[in-house]
């Protein structure tokens, strides 16, 4: 008898990682786009079984909700019928071979590493908002400052005219 | 049952995958959303770390705070790295990063 919730992590995993293997493959750019989206979805569903539904919320909103739609409106502001022409690079199977590998050593170093181990729990609600709000509240408005920063800059790296054009 | 070692697995399957993209792929766009794909995967192994390690309660919910964190590291970096690829593209006419070879020597 499978676990039920071991059940969902499978389905979650075949989504995380089928939409990550239809990223790097795929050679239509917008296909790409989307399988992108079903690997962040998939990895919403790993936060909600590690009972993280904050986490899940936040995933969904940002990465489904903002990133891949910025990233579908970089592909329409560059040029889409380029992309078809965009091979992968002539060095790939060194590409495969090394990402192989690395797995390899990784795999090999989860297994020859023991954790203490307990049952699958999760974080109040309310734990996490006194801790990301007092207790790291001040790594929390660096983080702000930080994406603001990078949004005045990217604004800026894109103004049409900046008199050096 | 779910343990700590499938997270592990998972997260080292993603991380690969995404070096991969990396790699081997030739536009600029593909090479940003194979890093977000490494970026997750570090979620999911802090995520794994968070749930199931022996920890105080005040630890767990730090795992999960360093994720907030990543995850606000991660939009910041992809403005920049959209704008500057639109850059790119306005002054060179191309995404395919072996072209984009100015400052190489």
């Not at chain 1, 909600?48 to 969904?60: G, R, T």
């Not at chain 1, 590493?113 to 709000?133: A, I, K, N, W, Y």
Request: net charge negative.
């Amino acid at each position: 008898m499978v676990a039920p919730s071991l059940v969902l992590f499978y389905v979650a995993t075949a989504m995380t990682l089928g939409g990550a293997i239809g990223v790097v493959l795929t050679r239509n750019i917008v296909y790409a786009a989307f399988a992108l989206l079903l690997s962040l979805i998939g990895v919403a569903g790993v936060f909600l079984l590690m009972f993280a539904e904050f986490l899940a919320l936040v995933q969904v909103l940002i990465y489904g909700g903002a990133i891949v739609i910025v990233v579908l409106f970089a592909l329409m502001l560059t040029r889409i019928e380029d992309f078809q022409h965009l091979t992968d690079h002539r060095q790939w199977p060194l590409a495969a071979i090394g990402a192989i590998v690395l797995f390899g050593i990784l795999v090999a170093a989860i297994v020859d590493t023991t954790v203490p181990e307990t049952d699958r729990q999760g974080v109040g609600l309310e734990t996490l908002g006194d801790s990301l709000f007092v207790q790291w509240a001040i790594p929390f408005e660096i983080a702000s400052l930080v994406l603001l920063v990078a949004l005045i800059g990217a604004i800026v790296l894109v103004r049409p005219s900046g008199g050096r054009e | 049952m779910i343990e700590l070692a499938h997270l592990q697995v998972l997260s080292a399957a993603l991380f690969c995958i995404g070096v991969y993209g990396v790699l081997a792929r030739r536009s600029a766009v593909l090479i940003l959303m194979s890093i977000e794909l490494m970026l997750n995967a570090v979620n999911i192994n802090l995520i794994g770390y968070a749930a199931f390690a022996d920890f105080s309660e005040a630890q767990r919910a730090l795992g999960q705070v360093l994720i907030v964190f990543v995850i606000t590291i991660a939009a910041a970096e992809l403005a920049l790295a959209i704008a500057i690829i639109l850059r790119l593209y306005r002054n060179r006419s191309t995404v395919n990063v072996d072209e984009i070879d100015l400052m190489k020597w």
